[in-house]
């Protein structure tokens, strides 16, 4: 299975969540290759992973050489440490045991480094993160790193998510 077809299975095991940013309705994932509404607005899944759910192009200002830099003080240095731990507490303590179905959503996730790093901290099976930033290539360098999660471009202000 390609990583692509990988990232589609994800996604359709937790499609409920997603809405068309075009249209409001529901979507659903077709031929493990696209992300498709009842409007038939199409968004393809990439090769590398993850689905980009824009609906214009926009001149992201942050570029590979800022996520690499940002990537490497998360991951490679303790400067966030106590704040993954707190994070992950804070939802220790506010999810209900009984659910079998925790997402976790990063609205603005860059590269991934902190969603990837609380979730490893909260320790639970049952949780599944969800990434969601503007910059393709922060979304790109997420998809090749974290690939147990589920990563989409996106822009909050047309919100691919329901309420
Ligand atoms: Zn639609």
Redesign the pocket.
Known sequence: MTNKEKSAELVSKYVHVFN??????P?EVVDLRSLI?????TFDFAKQGYVNLMTRSTNSHYDKKLFEARHKIITESDLYGLLHQRISEVINENIETSNNEIMIFDAGCGEGSHLNMILDKCKNEAMIGLGLDISKEGILMAAKNYRKLIWFVGDLAKSPLVD
């Open positions: 068309c940013p075009l249209c409001n309705s979507m509404c009842l409007n038939n607005h």
